[in-house]
């Protein structure tokens, strides 16, 4: 079936260091979408992107759509403590059905 | 946006009893979706419920043990039927809001002895 793949699973940076979680999946999607689970939290919707090459940034954060519509990418700049979560991308099919990746789970050192 | 409340926020259970969750949107919504994420693990989804319907189970994911009711278009439940320690998770809701964007209730943490 559908899948889609996220990397890495964990990771730890030092404070101010930056933070790159990627998302590839195995056919091309309609949009990719970026959320947010703190711990002990539910998730929380981040960015939507839908075109192909589409970049958008908040802030600190910069999600990239790959050309293909295949992969995705969230960076974050000069990572802080409040950053600290799982990311998760999810991927909608030409189906309609939303597909999440296995999440990215970030812990910042101060 | 939506805002989703959900509850029980957390409960522990038996083994062989059942749990129903409850899901309340504060607006229509045409599709609900229930969700199960194990400890550290990503969301799986278990059902689409919509109302007026029957709820689409996944692969895995059956209605004797899950069943699910919509009766209108803000409300669902799940209920967590004949629990065992495999059925140890959090539950989510959420619903498809404008613009195709997920909107997740705060989750329902479940144990089961």
């Known amino acids: 079936g559908q899948q889609v793949m996220q990397i890495p699973q964990y990771q730890h940076v030092q404070e101010g260091e930056d933070f790159t979680t990627y998302c590839n999946s195995s056919t091309t999607l309609s949009n990719i979408q970026w959320y947010k689970q703190r711990p002990g939290g539910h998730p929380v919707f981040l960015i939507q992107?839908?075109?192909?090459?589409e970049v958008k940034k908040q802030k600190r954060l910069t999600f990239q759509f790959g050309e293909a519509k295949k992969n995705s990418s969230l960076h974050i700049t000069a990572t802080q403590t409040t950053d600290v979560g799982t990311y998760f991308c999810a991927g909608r099919s030409n189906t309609g059905k939303l597909i999440f990746g296995q999440g990215t789970t970030l812990q910042v050192k101060p | 946006s939506a805002v989703i409340s959900q509850k029980p926020s957390r409960d522990i259970c038996q083994r062989g009893t059942s749990l129903t969750i409850q899901c309340q949107v504060d607006s229509q919504v045409t599709m609900m979706f229930w969700y199960r994420q194990q400890p550290g693990q990503s969301l799986t989804l278990i059902a689409t419920?919509?109302?007026?319907?029957?709820?689409?189970?996944e692969s895995g994911f059956v209605i004797d043990k899950f069943p699910i009711s919509r009766p209108n278009l803000t409300f669902s439940t799940l209920t967590v039927s004949n629990m065992s320690p495999e059925d140890s998770s959090i539950y989510l809701c959420?619903?498809?809001?404008?613009?195709?964007?997920?909107?997740f209730g705060a989750g329902t943490r479940l144990s089961v002895l």
């Open positions: 419920a919509n109302q007026g319907s029957e709820a689409t189970y």
């Open positions: 959420s619903v498809d809001s404008g613009g195709n964007i997920q909107y």
């Open positions: 992107l839908v075109k192909s090459g």
